[in-house]
């Protein structure tokens, strides 16, 4: 089952369920899948380009989270907290820290990497591997601990 059938079934689950706060996630992300099928010219969104886009709206979701607990705007906080939960129901499992460290060991390893001067290139193969699984600040962390 295709990412936008399956958000049409929740969808209408939902509608059938009035939970309003689940709905408007979803409606949002089949919103953001057709947006850009269109920007891209296809009918239909290859997994990988999918996972781009629920990754941006959960970053999106993510950083706004930042932003008002910032501020102190505790009402919004748990909104954007709920639609957290709701786009990372779409995506893929995330992976733990320590696989994501062993899979950072791997690349560098891959790619002889010996120095900070080598983390475009360790980024550059590493980022195929966990995209969407994990957290791309995450990573740059581990591989900058790495490399020192």
Known sequence: MSLLERL?????QAMKNKEKDKLS?????????????????????TEDEELTVLSRESKQRKDSLQEFSNAGRDDLVEKIRTEIKYVELYMP???????V??????TIEAVGA????????????????VKGKADGALVNKLVQQHLS
């Open 8 to 12: 049409n079934n929740d969808m209408k």
């Open 25 to 45: 996630v979803i409606r949002m992300l089949k919103a953001a899948l057709q947006n850009e099928a269109i920007k891209l010219g296809n009918k239909e969104l």
């Open 93 to 99: 499992q995330q992976l733990t820290e320590e696989e």
């Open 101 to 106: 460290t062993n899979i950072v060991k791997e």
């Open 114 to 129: 010996k120095s900070k001067a080598d983390m475009g290139k360790v980024m550059g193969a590493l980022m195929p591997k």
